[in-house]
């Protein structure tokens, strides 16, 4: 079983993804996963992809869909997998049906004043990686490793309004693209309240 998530930044299609994949065994792939992966790196298509994300801007079809190629070929992707983060824009949608079957989109709904308020509490493990909001945790260290959490440099009012902005001038139109394949669930709740339904809906296609 193949899955799209789709939903604005900050929607919280990562900590779904991770559900799902509890469950049901499938593989999560997250393009901004393998963008941090190779600009970690220093990679030259890691440092190209920076360039766009530190403005909020979309990454380049061509880049992202190198990357993706090369992943969903991966032998773990035989049962089925989630993408977090791909596709974008109609052109990347068109280019995955040649290369993917796609079971079912999920798309994530919630309203851009709550995605504003979850940018600017994000911190991040400067070791691990792991994400928490200031709504939820107080703390100034990780709770699984103990390093300090950080605030990333993207994770500002200007770069969040850039990024919905091109969310719903480009990847809005998707809903439409997707509209037979479609299932729509309010994001704006915790997240075993918005897993909920969509834990039952994927029980359902399996029968």
């Not at 719903?168 to 918005?194: C, H, K, W």
Request: neutral net charge; proline residues 3%.
């Amino acid at each position: 079983m193949n899955i799209i998530l789709l939903g604005a930044p900050f929607s919280g299609k990562g900590t779904l993804a991770r559900q799902m994949v509890a469950d049901f065994g499938l593989t999560q792939i997250s393009t901004g996963d393998l963008f941090r992966e190779n600009i970690k790196n220093g990679t030259e298509i890691g440092l190209l992809a920076k360039s766009y994300m530190d403005k909020g801007q979309l990454v380049p079809d061509s880049v992202t869909i190198t990357m993706l190629k090369e992943r969903i070929s991966h032998d773990d992707c035989k049962k089925g997998f989630i993408l977090d983060g791909f596709p974008r824009t109609l052109g990347q949608a068109e280019e995955l049906e040649k290369i993917a079957k796609i079971d079912t989109v999920i798309q994530l709904d919630v309203s851009f004043d709550e995605i504003r308020r979850r940018c600017l509490g994000r911190r991040t493990c400067s070791k691990c990686g792991e994400i928490y909001n200031t709504s939820t945790y107080d703390k100034s260290t990780c709770k699984l490793c103990g390093s300090p959490l950080f605030q990333r440099d993207d994770d500002n009012l200007e770069t969040v309004n850039n990024r919905l902005e091109v969310y719903e001038n480009m990847t809005a139109p998707l809903i439409n693209f997707y509209a037979d394949r479609l299932f729509v669930v309010e994001g704006s709740e915790t997240p075993q309240q918005t897993y909920e339904p969509v834990k039952n809906f994927l029980k359902g296609l399996i029968k």
